[in-house]
């Protein structure tokens, strides 16, 4: 069974910044395409940033420039950094398989931007 265990989120002010870790348990992330999700209230879950098995990177439009997705193959985890921090950026981070049947989600980690 694989788990995923968000980190990172907490309350920020707007233009600051924050990294958010997904370690994943169960299951090597090397040969994986990953990618960061966020969901707010009422709205679906989208996508934010992806990470292919080929180091291949792609953002959603409203975090291009600000934000970077990365791998750390030797701790099985996956980061998000995050600057120019907006309050629309205000949701529930989470993790997960780009493609394919997703994995359990984890529990997220909230990302609050707010003066």
């Known amino acids: 069974q694989v788990q995923l265990v968000e980190s990172g989120g907490g309350l920020v002010q707007p233009g600051g910044s924050l990294t958010l870790s997904c370690a994943v348990r169960g299951r090597p992330i090397y040969f994986q395409s990953m990618a960061w999700y966020r969901q707010t209230p009422g709205r679906q879950r989208e996508s934010v940033a992806s990470l292919t098995s080929s180091d291949e990177t792609d953002y959603a439009d409203f975090v291009k420039g600000r934000f970077t997705i990365s791998r750390d193959s030797a701790k099985n985890t996956i980061y998000l950094q995050m600057s120019g921090l907006k309050p629309e950026d205000t949701a529930v981070y989470y993790c997960?398989?780009?493609?394919?049947?997703?994995?359990?989600w984890g529990q997220g980690t909230q990302v609050t931007v707010s003066s």
């Open positions: 997960n398989r780009l493609r394919g049947d997703r994995w359990p």
